[in-house]
């Protein structure tokens, strides 16, 4: 479905992958993890994604932990 696409994820995209595992959001992000996609990202993106994602908000409506 993804395959040899290039894709920049906007961090409501990684966001909802996070809080939603089975959605299609979640789907994209598989596809990258399995090398099927390639993410396009620049540092200040990455670290938007970081911030973004660590809100407790979303931690706690996520089924994700921190790893250490």
């Known amino acids: 479905m993804f395959r040899d696409m290039r894709l920049v994820l906007d961090t ?3 966001v909802a992958a996070m809080r939603s595992p ?3 959001s979640a789907a994209i992000v598989r596809a ?3 090398r099927q996609t390639t993410l396009l990202t620049s540092v200040s993106l990455a ?3 970081e911030a ?3 809100r407790a908000e979303h931690q706690l409506a996520s089924v994700l932990t921190r790893r250490k």
């Open 12 to 14: 409501d995209v990684v």
């Open 22 to 24: 089975q959605g299609a």
């Open 32 to 34: 990258a993890r399995t």
């Open 47 to 49: 670290l938007e994604y």
């Open 52 to 54: 973004v994602c660590y």
